[in-house]
């Protein structure tokens, strides 16, 4: 009996230290994704009306030995979003409405909800449904953020500045397993708020690739975006 009773009391403490350790963890990841969401502008950021980014974009797939020049233009108005990749190949538009999501390849690669991938997802921060928890990996100063959907994003951290460095994520498009990572490497702040100016970002799709050298040459903030931008045109 008192064997049973120290095997039950053993158990019970290991129990309690993991979650503990949990706790812990999630804790500290709520401060790192407070610290970001200041470094990024705080309640500005997080309450920004709309953002344009328009600029230039190389992308290279890994099955061709070809970098294609490119223009892009991304659009963001509350849920809302237009992202457009303009090529001489396979232009490219794809569409939030608020209610559906439109794309003009309607066989070809599809990205994720823009709006639930990468920075919007920081601007949630503390909305109901959003969730904040640990990194898997332990020794990265970061966080992630789960949707009410089931998309995440891992935010990796600046250690002195506190801005996203990079992020991490993957989701299920139309059947096909795809993981993308963002590294981050010059901001451009407009009224307090950080904004990603040049950035790189690789898609892996299955058997493929695609990289893709992002940078901006025009950010407007809080401007008035007309509802018929977020349809195919």
Known sequence: MKKYLLIVFIISLSISMFAGDVNTARLEAEEFAKMALVAHGGESFKNMKSLIVRGKVDVTVSSFNQTIPATFTTIFAGEKYFLEINNPFQPFKQVFDGVE?????????????????????LQKLGSEGFTVSALAKKKKTGFRITSPEGYYTDFYLNKKT??????????????????????????????????????????????????????????????????DVFTLK
């Open 101 to 121: 999501t439109h794309t003009s390849v309607q066989r070809g690669f599809t990205f994720p909800p823009l709006n639930r991938l990468g920075l919007p997802l």
């Open 162 to 227: 506190h801005r996203v460095k990079a992020y991490d994520s993957s989701y299920v498009v139309r059947g096909r397993d795809v993981t993308t990572s963002v590294e981050v490497s010059k901001y451009e702040e407009q009224d307090g708020i950080s904004i990603p100016k040049k950035y790189a970002q690789r898609f892996d799709i299955g058997q493929m690739t695609v990289y893709a050298a992002f940078k901006a040459k025009e950010i407007i903030l809080n401007t008035k975006i007309d509802d």
